[in-house]
């Protein structure tokens, strides 16, 4: 039956969660009370440092006011020396009624300690500072009535100096902010119209630009139509399996004859473009780069044609044809023809 009835109480719902809320109270006391003498060590050690840095910087009063602090969270032997520290700084700077206080508590700490004759050597001595400020207290208190007024004056006299400085600060520091908005306000409109001139520069030199481009486009499509335009005399081949070589006629004084007619930007062009095409021609070939010559002969034909159509239209369609490659040699030998003659109206240009 015992063991019955220790099984239902382990079994019981209610049971489990009274044994876990006793499990985490006591856990969470435990913690506590580490946490709370962890605090404590970080507090005790806080203070030793301030009151190190007190001493070093030469601060007796709060050094003496730390000491008091720390004595109350270290135990008897130390909190007394630090009471006897702090009651000889203060016996030395005051004020007395601090040094009544911290005294009574050196004498309580001495009685708990179990040293009476210390403990009433220094009540002896409280009631000795007690004696003293009650007979100043009384001495100033005749010479109250008298200073008062002029006490008063004085501080009324502070009180409206300070004032007056503190208005004098304010609209010092007004007329600044006023003067360093004013000044950032300038900058700021100075900077946009910077902005604005150079966006208009842009767009001006944008606008200049696309004027030329139209134009040179549009003179280039004149020049264009003007060349469709000319009549060309093309010389028939018949189809053929192989393309005939073609026959150019020896005109030595050709090109010279009609130069004055022919457009002299035509001319500048074919003059300095001539020369590396045929360079790029005759790399093409070394390199048996067939699709390039073509190419280089296509970018030549315009020209060649606008020079002298009799003599470079039909060399340029027997190369440029789709029949031209099916006879290599024959290709070729048209080729050395289209070189010769090219370097042949380059000279008869210069001459």
């Keep these: 039956m015992k063991m019955r009835h220790t099984r239902n109480f382990l079994l019981d719902p209610r049971s489990l969660i009274v044994v876990l809320l006793i499990t985490c109270s006591h856990l969470g006391f ?4 580490t946490s709370a003498k962890d605090s404590l060590k970080l507090v005790v050690k806080e ?3 301030r009151m ?8 007796a009063a709060l050094g003496a006011e730390l000491r008091v602090s ?3 969270e270290v135990k008897s032997p130390e909190a007394i020396k630090l009471l006897q520290q702090a009651t000889d700084t203060l016996h030395q700077i005051g004020p007395r009624n601090t040094e009544i206080a911290v005294r009574s508590e050196l ?13 009433y050597s220094e009540l002896l001595q409280v009631r000795s500072l007690i004696e003293a400020r009650e007979r100043d207290f009384g001495e100033r208190a005749g010479m109250d009535s008298v200073t008062a007024v002029a006490r008063s004056m004085a501080l009324n006299d502070s009180l409206s100096k300070v004032n007056a400085q503190e208005s004098a600060v304010h609209e010092a520091s007004i007329k600044r902010s006023s003067e360093l908005l004013r000044t950032w306000q300038w900058a700021t409109l100075g900077i946009a119209l910077l902005w604005l001139v150079s966006m208009a520069l842009l767009l001006y030199r944008a606008g200049r630009l696309q004027r030329r481009s139209i134009k040179a486009i549009e003179e280039l499509q004149v020049k264009v139509r003007a060349l469709e335009q000319r ?9 053929e399996e192989s393309l005939p070589l073609p026959v150019v006629k020896e005109i030595p004084s050709a090109v010279k004859g009609v130069a004055d007619q022919i457009d002299p930007m035509i001319l500048g062009m074919f003059r300095r473009q001539a020369p590396e095409r045929l360079e790029t021609l005759k790399a093409a070939r070394d390199r048996g780069d067939s699709d390039k010559v073509v190419r280089v002969v296509h970018s030549l034909k315009p020209q060649l044609v606008a020079i002298d159509a009799g003599r ?21 030998r048209t080729l050395d023809e289209f070189q010769v003659q090219v370097e042949r109206t380059l000279r008869e240009l210069k001459d």
């Excluded at 004498?107 to 403990?119: D, N, S």
């Excluded at 009549?231 to 018949?238: G, K, L, S, W, Y």
Aim: proline share 7%; aromatic share 4%; with cysteine.
């Design 30 to 33: 435990s913690q506590s009370r």
């Design 47 to 49: 203070l030793r440092h």
């Design 52 to 59: 190190l840095v007190a001493d070093s910087t030469g601060s």
């Design 70 to 72: 720390l004595s109350r």
């Design 107 to 119: 004498a309580e700490a001495l009685r708990e300690a179990g040293k009476a004759p210390q403990a």
């Design 231 to 239: 009549p060309v005399n093309v010389q028939r081949v018949p189809k």
């Design 312 to 332: 470079y239209t039909p060399l340029c369609t027997a190369i440029t044809s789709v029949e031209a490659r099916v006879d290599q040699a024959k290709f070729d």
